[in-house]
């Protein structure tokens, strides 16, 4: 469903050219059940927009080579484009060029982390984590823990699912190696301080990683200004192909740091002996990576930056707001997490229904929601649910479309509640 230009001007989406920005999503323009699609899943993973999809064919196409190895020209075009992406993306996020290592996305980043500074951990520290946590920063975490002897402590929301920097200063002790938190939770939605949690850890000398996957394509992100040591995002939440993704940290800190995957690419020179390890951030890209994906990624943060991450994140706050406001509304709709300040994702159950029969009802209209744990089992326990409905509307999306989610979700209430 497409706003006709105009309409939705004195709704909010003045700011963004939303007509023209979802005609760039070609998902976007697809029936799902003979009904058009309303897309409402964007935690889960982004459509492409064409520029992406373009710059992925480009490359499949015309110079399908490895990087980094041949002497001939394809070789030295795909060396160049996966190269200027990687530039393109760390000054998107505030990073520098030679402090971005390509991972398959947040989890793999998160992995790398853990399996290295992870090593550094003596028995009786401590790794310090939220209840707000995707799977992906707990599991990597509790098997570093495992490995070294060290615990993880976990600092609780509040019961709107608010993280507060007074709870997070009174979790740490001095045996505090490691503090590991969301920027924004995928199953709630909450925002956290993560800039003030990070100066924090600084100065306390402890090292900090922050889980930027659901932060990146809402806001704003900067490494630098959030005074953090690594961060971890994924590049299909940000419009670009799953596969690729990546870890940001200082170049001096990576080099610190021992290599995680061995192979090609990521040595200087190798015998049976020993081997020495190339610079960053290539020590930490083993084997063939994911080069158009790498392009792709490059494509989608200079179509982000086209449109602008102000510009989206005010649009976005405007659409949660409505949707929050729709979903109060609603009789039997309680909400999960009802957080300060929100980004990406709302969480709700509907009283006497499962989520999942929710969600497939929901599809059924065309609108896709994803109903479940949402790698997050922890968050929606401490709410005393195994499961919810999660919406997460994104600048593509219309008030339109919202009211016509909401008048699905009230006919199923009302047919099936
Ligand atoms: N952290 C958060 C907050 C997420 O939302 C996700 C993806 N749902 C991940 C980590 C894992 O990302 P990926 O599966 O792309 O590695």
């Given at each position: 469903?497409?706003?006709?230009?105009?309409?939705?001007?004195?709704?909010?989406?003045?700011?963004?050219?939303?007509?023209?920005?979802?005609?760039?999503?070609?998902?976007?323009?697809?029936?799902?059940?003979?009904?058009?699609?309303?897309?409402l899943?964007a935690?889960?993973?982004?459509?492409?927009?064409?520029?992406?999809?373009?710059?992925?064919?480009?490359?499949?196409?015309?110079?399908?080579?490895?990087?980094?190895?041949?002497?001939?020209?394809?070789?030295?075009?795909?060396?160049?484009?996966?190269?200027?992406?990687?530039?393109?993306?760390?000054?998107?996020?505030?990073?520098?060029?030679?402090?971005?290592?390509?991972?398959?996305?947040?989890?793999?980043?998160?992995?790398?982390?853990?399996?290295?500074?992870?090593?550094?951990?003596?028995?009786?520290?401590?790794?310090?984590?939220?209840?707000?946590?995707?799977?992906?920063?707990?599991?990597?975490?509790?098997?570093?823990?495992?490995?070294?002897?060290?615990?993880?402590?976990?600092?609780?929301?509040?019961?709107?699912?608010?993280?507060?920097?007074?709870?997070?200063?009174?979790?740490?002790?001095?045996?505090?190696?490691?503090?590991?938190?969301?920027?924004?939770?995928?199953?709630?939605?909450?925002?956290?301080?993560?800039?003030?949690?990070?100066?924090?850890?600084?100065?306390?000398?402890?090292?900090?990683?922050?889980?930027?996957?659901?932060?990146?394509?809402?806001?704003?992100?900067?490494?630098?200004?959030?005074?953090?040591?690594?961060?971890?995002?994924?590049?299909?939440?940000?419009?670009?192909?799953?596969?690729?993704?990546?870890?940001?940290?200082?170049?001096?800190?990576?080099?610190?740091?021992?290599?995680?995957?061995?192979?090609?690419?990521?040595?200087?020179?190798?015998?049976?002996?020993?081997?020495?390890?190339?610079?960053?951030?290539?020590?930490?890209?083993?084997?063939?990576?994911?080069?158009?994906?790498?392009?792709?990624?490059?494509?989608?943060?200079?179509?982000?930056?086209?449109?602008?991450?102000?510009?989206?994140?005010?649009?976005e706050?405007?659409l949660l707001?409505?949707a929050?406001?729709?979903?109060?509304?609603?009789?039997?709709?309680?909400?999960?997490?009802?957080?300060?300040?929100?980004?990406?994702?709302?969480?709700?159950?509907?009283?006497?229904?499962?989520?999942?029969?929710?969600?497939?009802?929901?599809?059924?209209?065309?609108?896709?929601?994803?109903?479940?744990?949402?790698?997050?089992?922890?968050?929606?326990?401490?709410?005393?649910?195994?499961?919810?409905?999660?919406i997460a509307p994104a600048?593509?999306n219309?008030?339109?479309?919202l009211?016509?989610?909401?008048?699905?979700?009230?006919?199923?209430?009302?047919?099936?509640?």
């Open positions: 469903m497409t706003a006709a230009p105009g309409k939705n001007a004195d709704r909010g989406d003045a700011a963004i050219d939303v007509p023209t920005i979802r005609g760039q999503l070609p998902a976007l323009s697809r029936t799902v059940h003979d009904k058009p699609l309303i897309y899943d935690a889960a993973t982004t459509p492409r927009p064409q520029p992406v999809i373009d710059a992925v064919t480009s490359y499949e196409t015309n110079y399908p080579a490895n990087v980094h190895r041949g002497v001939h020209e394809l070789s030295g075009e795909a060396t160049a484009a996966y190269e200027d992406a990687r530039r393109r993306i760390a000054a998107f996020l505030g990073a520098q060029t030679h402090g971005l290592v390509f991972t398959r996305g947040t989890t793999e980043s998160i992995n790398l982390v853990a399996n290295t500074s992870g090593g550094t951990l003596e028995p009786g520290d401590e790794v310090l984590i939220s209840a707000l946590e995707h799977h992906a920063n707990i599991v990597p975490w509790q098997l570093a823990c495992q490995r070294t002897g060290s615990a993880l402590r976990v600092v609780d929301v509040d019961d709107h699912a608010t993280l507060h920097l007074a709870a997070v200063e009174d979790a740490i002790t001095d045996r505090t190696r490691i503090i590991a938190i969301t920027q924004v939770s995928n199953a709630v939605g909450t925002l956290t301080p993560i800039r003030e949690i990070c100066t924090l850890a600084r100065s306390r000398g402890i090292t900090s990683l922050v889980d930027a996957a659901q932060a990146a394509p809402h806001m704003g992100v900067d490494f630098a200004d959030t005074g953090c040591d690594f961060m971890a995002f994924s590049g299909h939440k940000m419009y670009a192909p799953t596969g690729i993704g990546g870890l940001l940290a200082s170049p001096s800190m990576l080099d610190a740091m021992p290599p995680w995957q061995g192979g090609g690419d990521m040595i200087r020179t190798v015998s049976f002996e020993s081997c020495t390890w190339n610079e960053v951030p290539w020590k930490f890209e083993a084997g063939t990576p994911n080069i158009g994906g790498a392009i792709g990624l490059g494509a989608a943060v200079d179509w982000l930056g086209g449109i602008g991450m102000h510009a989206i994140a005010a649009r706050q405007e707001g409505d929050v406001a729709r979903l109060h509304s609603i009789d039997r709709i309680r909400l999960i997490g009802e957080p300060t300040k929100r980004a990406g994702a709302i969480s709700f159950v509907v009283e006497g229904m499962h989520p999942a029969d929710v969600g497939a009802m929901l599809d059924r209209h065309g609108i896709a929601v994803r109903a479940g744990h949402h790698c997050a089992q922890p968050i929606l326990e401490r709410f005393g649910i195994s499961a919810t409905v999660r600048f593509y219309t008030h339109d479309e009211e016509s989610f909401e008048a699905a979700l009230r006919r199923i209430i009302d047919v099936f509640g």
